[in-house]
């Protein structure tokens, strides 16, 4: 497990992103990529995000397809 010293929040895996902004953590590089707008972080669920099933707070894209944010071109790829 991995800590932040200025939040003291953990986590683990291998593509794991814990923003040193925010101090929000990020289940990929995509999902913290969505989070930022520029130079600014957005909050998780302005980015579409939703919590990940994980032992620590994690946002990561969304997998339901009722979602808004999550839109298909009718073969399961996102648009």
């Known amino acids: 497990m991995t800590t932040c010293t200025k939040c003291e929040a953990t986590w683990g895996g291998m593509h794991t992103c814990?923003?040193?902004g925010c101090h929000h953590t990020f289940s990929?590089?995509?999902a913290f990529?969505?989070?930022?707008?520029g130079d600014?972080?957005?909050t998780p669920s302005d980015a579409g995000l939703v919590l990940a099933d994980r032992?620590?707070?994690c946002f990561?894209?969304?997998t339901d397809h009722e979602h808004p944010h999550w839109?298909?071109?009718g073969q399961g790829v996102l648009a």
């Open 18 to 20: 814990h923003c040193s």
């Open 28 to 30: 990929s590089l995509s």
């Open 33 to 37: 990529d969505l989070h930022r707008r």
């Open 40 to 42: 600014q972080c957005r």
């Open 55 to 57: 032992a620590y707070p």
């Open 60 to 62: 990561t894209r969304p």
């Open 71 to 73: 839109t298909t071109d």
